[in-house]
């Protein structure tokens, strides 16, 4: 049987034949229609996030090809700021970074904002692909750290 010349009910009735074993009260009542509707909600929120981060991973990669001191302070603080509570120790393991406190600026000189800001830049592209420390063990994502770290910074104080 071809759904798509049933219209919405027509339709409605076809995705949920032979759906009843799944008795939940969630599921059951939900029309077709109203699934297509939250996923392209999701999807729209979803591009949205995409668009987002990569519009920071940009503008991260223009304040390290300045090298400009206060720029690169600038967008250290914009990025922090801003995900320092959507991303789940975003500041672990990086240049005068406490958990408690979160970074010291007072301290962070350019070397160290500059590795901060490469370092940001990948948990950046991490999050925007679905990964995060909450689905990594402590121990991956410091090997990550430590691995970018190895790849951009051998003498980097």
Do not use: C, P
């Not at 010349?5 to 009735?13: E, T, V």
């Not at 995409?50 to 603080?77: C, F, P, Q, Y």
Request: no cysteine; charged share 35%; glycine share 8%.
């Amino acid at each position: 049987m071809d759904a798509s010349k049933l219209g919405n009910k027509g339709r409605d009735a076809f995705f949920w034949e032979g759906m009843e074993e799944w008795g939940t009260d969630e599921v059951q009542g939900t029309t077709f229609t109203e699934l297509q509707y939250w996923d392209g909600k999701k999807q729209k929120a979803q591009e949205r996030k995409d668009k987002i981060v990569s519009e920071d991973i940009a503008l991260i990669d223009k304040a390290l090809k300045t090298g400009n001191e206060k720029e690169i302070r600038l967008v250290h603080k914009k990025i922090d700021i801003k995900y320092r509570d959507i991303i789940k120790y975003l500041g672990k393991g990086m240049n005068e970074y406490s958990q408690e406190y979160g970074f010291n600026y007072n301290d962070l000189k350019l070397g160290s904002m500059t590795e901060n800001l490469h370092l940001l830049r990948s948990k950046l592209e991490a999050f925007k692909e679905g990964w995060t420390e909450l689905n990594a063990k402590d121990d991956s994502m410091i090997n990550i750290i430590n691995a970018v770290k190895e790849k951009y910074y051998d003498d980097v104080d």
